[in-house]
């Protein structure tokens, strides 16, 4: 099976950078993803690693280090619309392991 | 806008009842993907189709059931409800198989969700 781990809240101030870690227990996956979502909104994709790393996308970077099972979201220059719940999440390889699994969530909250 | 749609948007019925969400990918998407998400929790995966063959399994129950039609669009079956299974539920598609090194094929575009309320 697979699980991870993410803490369930974080707090910031608008303009910092702020880091939402996830370390995961899986026998093999093909990459980590993280998701952005608003509350009572849909799920937005934000980053995925395949390859151990830094991947960046603007304000956003997300690493990824499969020997230490271990991945992270920074983000940078915090705004307020940055407020919501952040998840990590990976696909299994093979077989009945080929699911998808959601870590439970991070809320983020920035304060002005 | 996603690109992703699904029907009915809030859907209110009594225990013991069956109900129907329907799903339609984004143009071009092959997989589509269903989750659960109860009130405060996080995303319980449960199941995906590609290309109208079941491609992932997760812990869905077997009174849900799911199917992908040739026009690509996906239904999703609840029987014999439960006060439980009142959640969220989201549709999600995605070019490839989820399966790829490469981010445009595994990334996921979500629905606007499917409110179920069981009374």
């Known amino acids: 099976g697979q699980s991870l781990e993410q803490p369930s809240e974080v707090t910031a101030v608008e303009g910092a950078i702020v880091q939402i870690n996830c370390t995961y227990q899986t026998s093999g996956f093909y990459g980590l993803s993280w998701y952005q979502q608003h509350d009572g909104g849909a799920p937005t994709f934000l980053s995925y690693?395949?390859?151990?790393g830094l991947e960046e996308t603007g304000r956003f970077s997300s690493f990824l280090s499969r020997s230490d099972s271990y991945g992270y979201l920074l983000l940078q220059e915090l705004q307020m619309k940055d407020s919501a719940s952040y998840f990590c999440?990976?696909?299994?390889?093979?077989?009945?392991?080929?699911?998808?699994?959601f870590g439970s969530g991070t809320q983020l909250t920035v304060l002005p | 806008d996603s690109g992703v749609t699904q029907t009915p948007k809030h859907l209110i019925t009594a225990t013991g009842q069956r109900v129907t969400l329907r799903c339609s990918p984004r143009?071009?998407?092959?997989?589509v993907y269903w989750y659960q998400q109860s009130l405060d929790q996080g995303l319980q995966f449960l199941i995906q189709y590609y290309n109208g063959e079941e491609r992932a399994k997760g812990n869905i129950l077997e009174r849900f059931s799911a199917q992908q039609f040739p026009d690509l669009h996906s239904e999703l079956n609840l029987s014999s409800l439960e006060l439980g299974d009142s959640a969220l539920y989201f549709c999600?598609?995605?070019?490839?198989?989820?399966?790829?090194?490469?981010?445009?094929?595994?990334?996921?575009?979500f629905g606007p969700g499917t409110r179920l309320t069981v009374l």
């Open positions: 999600a598609s995605s070019t490839g198989t989820g399966e790829s090194r490469r981010s445009s094929y595994n990334e996921q575009f």
């Open positions: 143009s071009g998407d092959l997989s």
């Open positions: 999440a990976v696909r299994g390889r093979g077989g009945s392991a080929r699911q998808l699994t």
């Open positions: 690693n395949a390859l151990d």
